[in-house]
């Protein structure tokens, strides 16, 4: 099992700045990639930005160049650096961590954080 818990959400004005932070717990040695997630209000979940166990990244096309991802494997963190902030980035962000399981993989979830943009 691993375990996961978000911080660093709060409430910002437009054109802000906020850094998300994860910490992973348990079985920690068996995670593959990491990443994040959002959800708006009346919305699906959507990804944000993952980061492999080696350093390679991607991006949702809308916070390309405004949103940075990045980790540290020794401790087991994960963090989002959210710059350029506009009012539809508002959503509860979620720390994800996927782990292999034979022919296919398991998604692990923090209990997220809320974002909020005000205009």
């Known amino acids: 099992q691993v375990q996961l818990v978000e911080s660093g959400g709060g409430l910002v004005q437009t054109g802000g700045s906020l850094e998300l932070s994860c910490t992973a717990s348990g079985r920690t040695g068996s995670l593959n990639d990491m990443g994040w997630y959002r959800q708006a209000p009346g919305k699906q979940r959507e990804l944000v930005a993952t980061?492999?166990?080696?350093?390679?990244?991607n991006y949702a096309d809308s916070v390309k160049g405004r949103f940075s991802i990045s980790s540290d494997n020794v401790k087991n963190m994960v963090y989002l650096q959210m710059n350029s902030l506009k009012p539809e980035d508002t959503a509860v962000y979620y720390c994800?961590?996927?782990?292999?399981?034979?022919?296919?993989?398991?998604?692990?979830w923090g209990q997220g954080t809320q974002v909020t943009v005000s205009s």
């Open positions: 994800t961590g996927v782990v292999p399981v034979i022919t296919t993989v398991r998604y692990y």
């Open positions: 980061i492999t166990r080696g350093g390679n990244t």
